[in-house]
């Protein structure tokens, strides 16, 4: 595999396209979002069963519109007490709710007394437009806390690491440390350099 003098990021999702700049900066030479493209496009169905199936719906779908090497995600939150509800709809379950905070209310009802130990999972795909797609994943195990603490995107405000006593939306440098995205994003470097 080679790394592409442009990258595209194949989300509309503004913090993610910000962090995944940040993250990805000292890799590639030139980053792009949709935002940059002179054309603009609506995101495809997401209409996978698992997260690999989602981020690589939206890597070929970008890649083969814009002729560029495209980087999408799938991210979520796996809840073992619930069968690891919300899962793949975890975006979806949050466009339910007016805001994060009902939607973290909600998932608190569901859990009850049930134990609040969950899993951050994040799928990468990087599909070049003329040939293979590479695919790396990252995981980080944690707890729920209850309400969310901090200002974050997605459930960043409800979601402690295991060892940490602080949410991802308290503490960037923590988060920039050991999300699910970053290890994703390590193991994608990774892949790239065999």
């Known amino acids: 595999m080679y790394y592409p003098d ?11 396209v910000a962090e995944f700049k940040q993250l990805l900066h000292p890799h590639f030479k030139t980053i792009l979002s949709l ?5 603009q496009y609506e995101d495809p169905q997401e209409t996978g ?6 981020a690589q719906i939206k890597a070929d779908y970008y890649a083969a519109h814009s002729g560029l090497a495209t980087l999408s995600d799938d991210s979520g939150l796996c809840v073992p007490a619930l069968n690891n509800w919300p899962g793949v709809h975890t975006k979806r379950i949050a466009e339910q709710f007016n805001t994060p905070e009902q939607g973290f209310h909600d998932l608190r009802k569901r859990l009850k007394d049930l134990s609040r130990e969950a899993i951050m999972t994040c799928v990468l795909v990087l599909r070049y437009p003329a040939g293979p797609s590479v695919m ?4 980080i195990q944690g707890q729920l806390t209850f309400p969310g603490q901090g200002q974050g995107f997605g459930v960043d405000p409800i979601f402690v690491p295991t060892g940490e006593n602080l949410t991802f ?3 960037s440098d923590m988060k ?5 995205r970053v290890r994703a994003i390590n193991n994608l470097i990774s892949c790239l350099h065999r």
């Open 6 to 16: 442009i990258l595209l990021i194949g989300s509309h999702n503004l913090h993610k």
């Open 136 to 139: 790396a994943t990252g995981h």
């Open 176 to 180: 920039n440390r050991l999300s699910h």
């Open 35 to 39: 935002s940059d493209l002179p054309e």
């Open 169 to 171: 939306a308290q503490d």
């Open 49 to 54: 069963d698992t997260f690999y199936q989602n």
